[in-house]
Nanobody, 120 residues
Framework: QVQLVESGGGLVQAGGSLRLSCAAS????????MGWYRQAPGKQRELVAA???????NYADSVKGRFTISSDNAKNTVTLQMNSLKPEDAAVYYC??????????????WGKGTLVTVSS
């Protein structure tokens, strides 16, 4: 069993900052990559940012220069620092991870999501 637990969502004014964290736990042998997705009402879930175990990052064009993803491989955590937030950043943010379990089974896992609300 593997779990991803997000924290750090909330309400912020436009221009403000939030920091999201996600911790993976359970029968983890290794994590290849972790990332954040978001889904706004009536829209499809989209990739926000991702980071590999080697530290390579990928960002959606809409958040480049404003969001920063980082990870702690030893703690199996990933963090998304969100600055200069805009109303269009409001969404449920989901943590995602590509994990190899201790039984060497590869799986893609999702957290339950954390709500980010940005007031204008």
């Amino acid at each position: 069993q593997v779990q991803l637990v997000e924290s750090g969502g909330g309400l912020v004014q436009a221009g403000g900052s939030l920091r999201l964290s996600c911790a993976a736990s359970g029968s983890i042998f290794s994590i290849n990559a972790m990332g954040w997705y978001r889904q706004a009402p009536g829209k499809q879930r989209e990739l926000v940012a991702a980071i590999t175990s080697g530290g390579s990052t990928n960002y959606a064009d809409s958040v480049k220069g404003r969001f920063t993803i980082s990870s702690d491989n030893a703690k199996n955590t990933v963090t998304l620092q969100m600055n200069s937030l805009k109303p269009e950043d409001a969404a449920v943010y989901y943590c995602n991870a590509d994990i190899r379990t201790t039984t060497h089974y590869d799986m893609n896992c999702w957290g339950k999501g954390t709500l980010v609300t940005v007031s204008s």
